[in-house]
């Protein structure tokens, strides 16, 4: 039990549609990357937001974009989806305390049709 | 540029059978070294890290990984493999130590025969 939730788990889009991936994490994690995962792949870094600030992006063109609020949570929209945005997409997530210990959640697969 | 590399993309161990996991890197004079196991249809769990000191490091349900400088590598061991340990393993390190962002290797499918 790592304390990060995403939602939702599973969903399927279709190609040109917009998508909002939610993710939640432990009480004082105000560090939280997102991480694409293709079939078969290892995950690649999109983004990292700490304290609601983009901190740190990957190469990812800008219709990935994200949020980060005060509580902490945090989205990834998706804008003008492709087919190759079929993946699994990771939040991750850490705090000051110990920020070399990364706790993933279990993801959000999306499917684009 | 940074990479992370795991030579094996499939290894099939016998249950009770050691098992070594390859990964090499390519960042930094001092690099951050990360195991992390995936089960299927899971997100990602971590073994162990290295950041400094002692090269072999212990991590959780009995893995280890040895820290080798002059061979780039940071190898994930396991004296006998139960079947539960079928999974996906991904070595990684951070690409920025700033932003504390990984780069992931493409990952080794064990598979675990009874």
């Known amino acids: 039990e790592t304390g990060v939730t995403q939602s939702p788990t599973h969903l399927i889009k279709t190609r040109g549609q917009q998508v909002t991936l939610r993710c939640s994490s432990q009480s004082g994690h105000n560090t939280v990357s997102w991480y694409q995962q293709a079939l078969g792949q290892g995950p690649q870094f999109i983004f990292q937001?700490?304290?609601?600030?983009?901190?740190g992006r990957g190469n990812f063109p800008p219709r990935f974009s994200g949020l980060q609020f005060p509580n902490y949570s945090s989205e990834l929209n998706v804008n003008a989806l492709e087919l190759d945005d079929s993946a699994l997409y990771l939040c991750?997530?850490?705090?000051?305390?110990?920020?070399?210990?990364?706790?993933f959640g279990e993801g959000s697969w999306l499917t684009v049709v | 540029a940074q990479s992370v590399t795991q030579p094996d993309i499939h290894i099939t161990v016998s249950e009770g059978a050691s098992l070594e996991l390859r990964c090499n890197y390519s960042?930094?004079?001092?690099?951050?070294l990360f195991w992390y196991v995936q089960s299927p249809g899971q997100g990602l769990q971590l073994l162990l890290k290295?950041?400094?000191?002692?090269?072999l490091v212990q991590g959780i349900k009995g893995f280890e990984a040895e820290f080798k400088r002059s061979q780039s590598s940071f190898n994930l061991r396991k004296p006998s493999v139960h079947w539960s340990d079928a999974a996906e393993y991904f070595c990684?390190?951070?690409?920025?130590?700033?932003?504390?962002?990984?780069?992931f290797g493409s990952g080794t499918r064990l598979q675990v025969q009874p």
């Open positions: 960042y930094g004079a001092t690099p951050y």
């Open positions: 937001y700490y304290r609601e600030e983009e901190n």
């Open positions: 991750a997530s850490s705090a000051d305390r110990d920020r070399n210990t990364i706790y």
């Open positions: 990684a390190e951070y690409m920025d130590t700033g932003r504390r962002a990984l780069t």
């Open positions: 290295y950041f400094s000191g002692d090269t």
